[in-house]
């Protein structure tokens, strides 16, 4: 029997906690799971620690486990790194790409740009995962992640992808019955619809106009942790929303909502790539970013 790197343990370890149990691997690597429970066995035995606490179900690291996993994630990507720049341009991208984005801006736009991307780099395996409240990129779950504003994480490199602005909108149903804001104090008397994680939903609103600014303290009845649900509330009269251009420019354009205090401006909320600064050597990170980069200029 060929003998096992360190590589290779490192390798099989984190495969083995991407897929959360003993018999998904088993099933990913196409052996029996007492093979995966075997060679875990041995993984620990040489280390001298455990690295797991087994369930029937899941998996759970140790703190010994935690260490050496991202421990392992560092140097394999290091590795993977010095090969691709000794490689160069005859290389092809390829392996295991993990990608991290909100719920509807994945859905819509993130999406489809994998789609051609995966018809592009048929050797990279992508896997997508979409969250309400989007993890740090650095817990090294994922390699890229989609966000909104550049991050402040001196750890990660950002590349803006696309400007996004943030709208103030209501459906014309609504204005009608309440009555048109003419200044951002008027954003007192009206209900706004909250998404909660967001400064407006503590009850500020902060706006600007040229040199001038404001901050407003609004309220209102209704609240999410969903931008599609506050969208759709809207739509429906029950109050003004705060959302980035990219999810109601379609409803601007048909008239379903209307633009409130158009001159006035919150802060941005550009759209970035994210990706910790080791994978800038990687050739499957920086493919898929210079793709996203193409996407959004069409």
Not at 10 to 26: D, E, H, I, K, Y
Not at 43 to 65: F, I, K, N, Q
Not at 237 to 260: F, K, M, T
């Amino acid at each position: 029997m060929a003998q096992v790197t360190s590589s290779q343990d490192m390798q099989f370890f984190a495969q083995l906690v991407r897929c959360g149990s003993l018999t998904a691997a088993a099933r990913e690597l196409q052996v029996t799971t007492a093979a995966i429970s075997k060679r875990l066995s041995a993984l620990e035995s040489r280390l001298g620690v455990s690295l797991l606490h087994r369930t029937t179900r899941r998996l759970a690291l140790t703190d010994s486990g935690r260490h050496y996993l991202e421990s392992s994630r560092r140097i394999l990507d290091e590795i993977e790194t010095l090969e691709s720049e000794l490689q160069g341009a005859k290389a092809e991208p390829a392996g295991l790409l993990r990608v991290n984005a909100t719920l509807g801006f994945g859905r819509m736009h993130i999406g489809p740009a994998i789609a051609a991307f995966s018809r592009k780099y048929p050797r990279i395996e992508v896997q997508l995962q979409l969250s309400a409240s989007p993890p740090p990129i650095t817990d090294e779950a994922y390699d890229v992640g989609i966000r909104f504003g550049e991050p402040p994480d001196s750890r990660l490199v950002a590349r803006k992808l696309a400007p996004n602005r943030r709208l103030l909108c209501a459906s014309p149903t609504y204005l009608a019955r309440s009555e048109t804001p003419r200044a951002p104090q008027d954003l007192a008397r009206h209900n706004l619809i909250t998404i909660r994680q967001a400064d407006e939903a503590q009850g500020l609103l902060h706006l600007r106009s040229g040199r001038q600014s404001e901050t407003v303290r609004v309220r209102g009845r209704l609240s999410t942790n969903d931008g599609e649900v506050a969208v759709n509330w809207a739509l429906n009269g029950l109050g003004i929303v705060l959302r980035a251009e990219w999810d109601v420019a379609r409803y601007l354009r048909s008239g379903r909502l209307q633009h409130v205090l158009p001159t006035w401006d919150s802060p941005p909320a550009d759209i970035y790539a994210v990706y910790p600064a080791r994978h800038t050597g990687i050739l499957r990170v920086q493919a898929f970013v210079e793709h996203l980069s193409r996407w959004f200029l069409n």
